[in-house]
Structures are given as structure tokens and as C-alpha cells.
């Protein structure tokens, strides 16, 4: 079955950059979706469509994509960001959602 | 508003089934399609199916064929999930999802 792959922890200090990458095969064919999930809460969406941010997301959220591999950066990085991040992809033939492990951001 | 509120926690013995309700509002409830996602403690999620409230149509992931069902009913409003044949394994919190906006999930414990 299809797998998207994240590394399972990232530190950053406040005010840096955190990056969150995810692998998958279809990841040129199908769009990438980042939540960003705290503990005890329900997942929120804070990229759709690779790079698109929702409306009440902030800014320093953002997503890009290269080949099999799409990124969360999150600029300037507050200690509220603490969380676990997960991506979620179709399959290639786009019948079947996917989600990543999770990564945990844990803010130094 | 656009809400997705779940029924409440349930306790069921191994080889019995569950059903968990999705009651939507703020926004017209054909016209999105519900996803269903579980979360077992410390885990991550787990893309269980979706439903189309409009058709009826629905898709499930291959691990949960034969034993989800998903349907609704538009004069309420509401989607649900039943699963069946429970084992240990599937406790966990299960949420209904559009994925721009998820229900505050439901716990369902399995045990004997």
C-alpha cells in the first residue's frame, strides 16, 4: 500500500525556521494537505494543495513541493507551533487518502 | 459556523459493533464530502473512508472493507460510521472529517 514517509521529530529554537518533509511516489501526481495537531485537539489544516494557507492560518506557515517530496517551513518559529504535523496525499490513482506518520515539532 | 459535532464515548466488548453520528452544520451538507479518521493513543492517523452525502456513494480504505459501513441521513443532517466484528486494536478516537474542518472526535474503547 501507499506510504508518505516523515522524519518523526524536529527541534527548532523560537524565531528559526522549521522544515517538515514528507516522501511519496505520487507526490508529483496528487496534491499534498499539512495539519498541524496539539495534544488532546482535533487535526487543523494549515496547507491544502501543496501551498495553499486557509483562511486564519498564519503567515510564517508555508508549503512547497520538488518531485516525490513536499515541505512544511514554518518561519519564526513560536512556541504555540509546538505540535505534531502530519501530511496526507492521494494514491496515484487518487482513490485512497494517505497521511504521513507525523512529525513532532518540539520548540527548544 | 461550519460544525461537524460527534455522538459521545463508547465502550463495546470484542466482536460487537459501533456506531458513531456526524451531525453537520453551517453549511449545506450534500455538497461536501464526509472522511472518516481514527487515531489510536500516541499514533498517528488513519484515513478509514469517505462518504458523498449527496449519492450515497462511498470509498474505503482496503484494510476496513467488509467491515465499515458508512451512511447518512440528509434530512438531519448526519453521517455515520459503523464498524463491526471490534477487536482491541480498534481503540481508539475516531473523527468525521470534510478535512478543512473535523468533528471533536469520539473515543471508542474495546474491551472485554
Known amino acids: 500500500s501507499y506510504e508518505l514517509t516523515q522524519p518523526p521529530s524536529v527541534s527548532v529554537s523560537p524565531g528559526q525556521t522549521a522544515r517538515i518533509t514528507c516522501s511519496g511516489d505520487?507526490?508529483?501526481?496528487?496534491?499534498a494537505y499539512w495539519y498541524q495537531q496539539k495534544p488532546g485537539q482535533a487535526p487543523v489544516l494549515v496547507i491544502y494543495?501543496?501551498?495553499e494557507r486557509p483562511s486564519g492560518i498564519p503567515e510564517r506557515f508555508s508549503g512547497s513541493s520538488s518531485g516525490t517530496t513536499v515541505t512544511l517551513t514554518i518561519s519564526g518559529v513560536q512556541a504555540e507551533d509546538e505540535a505534531d504535523y502530519y501530511c496526507?496525499?492521494?494514491?496515484?490513482?487518487?482513490?485512497?487518502?494517505?497521511f504521513g506518520g507525523g512529525t513532532k515539532l518540539t520548540v527548544l | 459556523q461550519v460544525q461537524l459535532v460527534q455522538s459521545g464515548a463508547e465502550v463495546k466488548k470484542p466482536g460487537a459493533s459501533v456506531k458513531v453520528s456526524c451531525k453537520a452544520s453551517?453549511?449545506?451538507?450534500?455538497?461536501?464530502?464526509i472522511n472518516w479518521v481514527r487515531q489510536a493513543t500516541g499514533q498517528g492517523l488513519e484515513w478509514m473512508g469517505w462518504?458523498?452525502?449527496?449519492?450515497?456513494?462511498?470509498g474505503y480504505a482496503q484494510k476496513f472493507q467488509g467491515r465499515v459501513t458508512m451512511t447518512r441521513n440528509t434530512s438531519i443532517s448526519t453521517a455515520y460510521m459503523e464498524l463491526s466484528s471490534l477487536r482491541s486494536e480498534d481503540t481508539a478516537v475516531y473523527y468525521c472529517?470534510?478535512?478543512?474542518?473535523w468533528g471533536q472526535g469520539t473515543l471508542v474503547t474495546v474491551s472485554s
Open positions: 472529517a470534510r478535512f478543512d474542518y
Open positions: 453551517g453549511y449545506t451538507f450534500t455538497s461536501y464530502d
Open positions: 462518504m458523498n452525502p449527496n449519492s450515497g456513494n462511498t
Open positions: 505520487a507526490l508529483p501526481k496528487q496534491y
Open positions: 494543495k501543496d501551498s
Open positions: 496526507q496525499s492521494a494514491d496515484s490513482s487518487g482513490t485512497s487518502w494517505v
